[in-house]
């Protein structure tokens, strides 16, 4: 084997291995590494979930299709989403969570419930210009519809003690938490 080739090949090689480097480690492609991570992650994609994402088609401009609602403590946030299209899941910040709801016919029915009371709610609302997580003690609620995400920021106890306007819509939330834990658990 000649000088040339023997050159040739490891040139080959060089060029190669620099192209599979490159690929494997693109920074737009680096998979979130940490619960924290992996929560902000799926939490991020929630927040800007399009109708269409959802395999809704035909929806008017301000018809809630989704909400989030979030609390916990720094650390062990919770974000729990219910889609129109009856898709639910619960993120925990501390890792886990429960994706996939649809699948039950239980859950569907509690999610799209909980998005059906979120209607009245509106006109309480404020337009979201940013997605903070809550800090204890509080509840976050967005509300996503095709124009706007709505947003109202409330205290968890006097949301749970019924001493909130929003109480109802906290406790359809939470009967979406029930139906996701109770699939979860039997499975």
Same mark, same amino acid.
């Given at each position: 084997?000649?000088?040339? @080739?023997?050159? %040739?090949?490891?040139?080959? +090689?060089?060029? %190669?291995?620099?192209?599979?480097?490159?690929?494997?480690?693109?920074?737009?492609?680096?998979v979130?590494?940490?619960?924290?991570?992996?929560?902000?992650?799926?939490?991020?994609?929630?927040?800007?979930?399009?109708?269409?994402?959802? =395999?809704?088609?035909?929806?008017?401009?301000?018809t809630?299709?989704?909400?989030?609602?979030?609390?916990?403590?720094?650390?062990?946030?919770? @974000?729990?989403?219910?889609?129109?299209?009856?898709?639910?899941?619960?993120?925990?910040?501390?890792? =886990? =969570?429960?994706?996939? =709801?649809?699948?039950?016919?239980?859950?569907?029915?509690?999610?799209?419930? $909980?998005v059906?009371?979120?209607?009245?709610?509106?006109?309480?609302?404020?337009k979201?210009?940013?997605?903070?997580?809550p800090?204890?003690?509080?509840?976050? $609620?967005?509300?996503?519809?095709?124009?706007?995400?709505?947003? +109202?920021?409330?205290?968890?106890?006097?949301?749970?003690?019924?001493?909130?306007? $929003?109480?109802?819509?906290?406790?359809?939330?939470?009967?979406?938490?029930?139906?996701?834990?109770?699939?979860?658990?039997?499975?």
């Open positions: 084997m000649s000088s040339l @080739t023997v050159l %040739l090949i490891l040139l080959i +090689i060089l060029v %190669l291995s620099a192209l599979i480097w490159r690929l494997a480690y693109r920074p737009s492609q680096r979130a590494t940490s619960p924290v991570e992996s929560y902000l992650s799926l939490r991020n994609r929630a927040l800007h979930l399009r109708p269409d994402d959802l =395999g809704l088609e035909r929806i008017g401009p301000d809630p299709y989704a909400v989030l609602m979030e609390s916990g403590e720094p650390g062990a946030e919770f @974000t729990l989403f219910a889609g129109l299209s009856g898709d639910a899941s619960l993120y925990l910040a501390a890792g =886990g =969570g429960v994706i996939g =709801g649809i699948d039950y016919e239980s859950v569907r029915d509690a999610a799209r419930r $909980f059906a009371a979120v209607e009245p709610y509106l006109s309480w609302m404020a979201a210009d940013s997605f903070p997580l800090t204890e003690g509080r509840t976050h $609620f967005y509300v996503l519809t095709p124009g706007v995400v709505y947003t +109202i920021e409330e205290n968890e106890n006097d949301l749970g003690e019924n001493e909130s306007p $929003f109480s109802p819509l906290f406790y359809a939330g939470h009967e979406v938490f029930t139906r996701l834990r109770e699939v979860a658990e039997g499975d």
